[in-house]
């Protein structure tokens, strides 16, 4: 397993939590891929990204400079083998156990968590107000084949074989163009990538003890000695907002 993630230098000193955390909790290859700045971080091999060459942009309303990798751009800058297995993950997680007993091997499926219990569904998801859906909806869900069926998951944590990674930023480079004008929120990126996932990949959905947090809506986690716990049982990653701080 490799773990990987990307930030701006914005937000650099806020996830200086997550990189700890791993470097604890993990012992395998890790990877930062910094995004439009140069820095060292320990215990991370650290690749910069000038923003005029990442591929897929998109400025939503809500953010100023807002770029990403998590569509699996991140290939271009690494020489991986299609059989890598990745990690991706946002920088506002804590990492609160080791990972070595957690064993997940991809032969082309993503591993997913969900952000809400029971998960969703999509179609309800663009119409809240924040993401200012333009457009006619019926018409939208159709192309983009959003039924009642189609659940949100948390794009923060999605585990995959490359040759999988390079699948989902070939779909999202030759469509990005056309779905994100729709929207005014950073968010609908994230949506984006749960759609192609979800229509083009298949998929499984991890128990709740991989990734969790306080704020994810029916979740049954609770916080005891500054630790998340699900069913008596420490959560591994803990999706914090940067919102929070727990032991690790």
């Not at 999509?122 to 859906?133: G, L, S």
Request: hydrophobic share 40%.
């Amino acid at each position: 397993m490799i773990i990987a993630t990307s930030i701006t230098e914005s937000y650099l000193e806020k996830s200086k939590p997550f990189f700890e955390s791993v470097n604890k909790n993990f012992k395998g290859k890790k990877i930062c891929f910094t995004l439009g700045f140069i820095i060292l971080i320990d215990g991370w091999e650290t690749i910069h990204v000038p923003l005029d060459k990442i591929k897929c942009q998109w400025q939503p309303r809500n953010r100023d400079n807002y770029y990403s990798l998590q569509h699996g751009e991140f290939v271009d800058w690494y020489n991986f083998k299609d059989e890598d297995q990745v990690l991706f993950l946002d920088s506002d997680m804590i990492l609160q156990r080791p990972i070595d007993d957690l064993t997940l091997t991809s032969k082309g499926a993503f591993f997913i968590t969900d952000s809400s219990f029971p998960s969703a569904k999509i179609k309800d998801v663009i119409q809240y107000p924040e993401y200012d859906f333009k457009g006619n909806l019926e018409k939208f869900c159709e192309e983009y084949h959003i039924d009642d069926n189609t659940k949100e998951f948390c794009a923060a944590f999605m585990y995959a074989n490359v040759k999988a990674w390079r699948g989902l930023y070939a779909i999202v480079k030759s469509i990005h163009l056309y779905f994100l004008p729709h929207f005014a929120h950073h968010a609908a990126w994230q949506t984006l990538i749960n759609l192609v996932i979800l229509n083009h990949f298949p998929y499984i959905r991890l128990n709740p003890i991989v990734c969790n947090a306080t704020w994810y809506s029916g979740t049954k986690v609770v916080r005891r000695d500054n630790k998340l716990m699900y069913q008596n049982s420490m959560v591994y990653f803990v999706h914090t907002k940067f919102n929070e701080e727990y032991e690790f």
